[in-house]
């Protein structure tokens, strides 16, 4: 499957934004999907999965309350819908497709070019 992010910006602390993740192909219905975010010097950390069902969601401890992940199967799109944003979230945010719901990125086979959220204090 291939995956597209988009939606990331620029905003103040405090705010929101959506990212979105555009699959193509039918795989879509039957894999699970993830998004990652890599800071500056960091490592890639793990923020939100979704299973192929939508039915069942995790999320990294730092966005746990803020964020909600979804997705559209008739858009073929899975959403990231971040609130209350601080500017510790200021990464790149990548989009990942795989077997299951996992916060190992090794577990997942496909990858977007990721979007960059920044956000200012």
């Known amino acids: 499957v291939q995956l597209q992010a988009s939606g990331g910006g620029l905003v103040q602390a405090g705010g929101s934004l959506r990212l979105s993740c555009a699959a193509s192909g039918r795989a879509f219905n039957s894999h699970a999907m993830g998004w990652f975010r890599q800071a500056p010097g960091k490592e890639l950390e793990f923020v939100a999965a979704i299973n192929w069902s939508g039915g069942s969601t995790v999320y990294g401890d730092s966005v746990k309350g803020r964020f909600t992940i979804s997705r559209d199967y008739a858009k073929n799109t899975m959403y990231l819908q971040m609130n209350t944003l601080k500017p510790d979230d200021t990464a790149v945010y990548y989009c990942?497709?795989?077997?299951?719901?996992?916060?190992?990125?090794?577990?997942?086979?496909?990858w977007g070019q990721g979007t960059q959220v920044t956000v200012s204090s």
């Open positions: 990942a497709a795989g077997l299951s719901p996992s916060k190992y990125s090794r577990v997942y086979n496909s």
